[in-house]
DNA sequence: AACACGGGGAT
DNA sequence: ATCCCAGTGTT
């Protein structure tokens, strides 16, 4: 859950995984779907069903690995999460790259060539870290204090250098170029696109939803059909902006109810509909639309 | 090596 | 507005 995702966002959805799963056991004998509705609004849903996956191949063959070869060989686990398991779970003596590491271990040793053509060189000067006496004799310490002064001192913006207790030690800020690294090419113009999402309801305020293939994007989540379900008097409800990672988007809502619903569509309460965000903008932006019919109704 | 893949909080 | 986050998989 916390690949590319800070802590605080992730907090909340962990604490109902682990409600709903407490075991590897669990998780593995639950259904893709369910576990998508449990991660919806969390974003990179791949991590979602390669975590179901991986969960399947662990029980199948009997338990965990513990060595890094064995990690990195399930589902969902990269080169990063196969060490932060081997250092935190194993006391392997590893280290975990992920962004903070990579920005504390540019500015340590002043490596100045621009991301991401740096990152090879940049994890390699990393793992030198976890080749010192005391980092090897907790590696899992180690690797989560580097966290933690990245996430609290050497940070991205204006880092607090007075406080940082491997000032001493660090040529980038006896460079003065600190708070300069990890140089980064910029990054190409977000392109925008334009898209249209139908929200059918019935009496008891029931929204039909579809679900999406396995891969690309939002794959295997529920959301709203892009295309008239029925036909039916669709009222325009607005639109709705979204950013996604490589793309905006402005989606224009109609909404339209119905007494029933089609047979055999998928559907669920539009209040507590398990989707991603950009949908559940979408279906705010319908609920709205109609609460405002009424109100004109009513005051007519 | 480059791209696809969410969402939200900090600045 | 922009950056960036406890990255991975595919092309």
Redesign the pocket.
Known sequence: ??????????RPYYDKFLAAYPTVTHLAAASVEEVCALW????????AR?LHKCAQAVVAMGGFPDCIEGL?G???????????IGA?AFSLPVL????????VTARLFAITDPF??A??SITKAAERLIEDKDARAAPGDF??A???L??TVC????PNCLICPWAAHCQGQADGLADTL?V???????PRREGVAYVLLDKANNVVLLRRPP?????G?LVLPEVPPIMARWRQAGTVE??????ALTLTVRVARVSALPEGVLSAPVGSAP???????ALDAACLALNHAGDDKRSA
């Open positions: 859950m916390l690949q590319q995702t800070v802590v605080a966002t992730v919806a609004g969390l974003g990179y849903y791949a991590r390669n990195r399930l589902p969902g686990i990269g080169p990063y999460t196969a060490n932060a935190i975990p790259v992920d962004g903070n590491v990579e920005r991401p053509g990152k090879k690797a989560q580097l966290f933690d990245g996430a940070t991205p913006k204006s990890p980064k090419v910029k990054k190409a113009e977000r891969h690309g994007l939002l794959g989540m979204h950013v996604f990672t490589h793309f989707v991603p965000s950009v949908m559940r903008k």
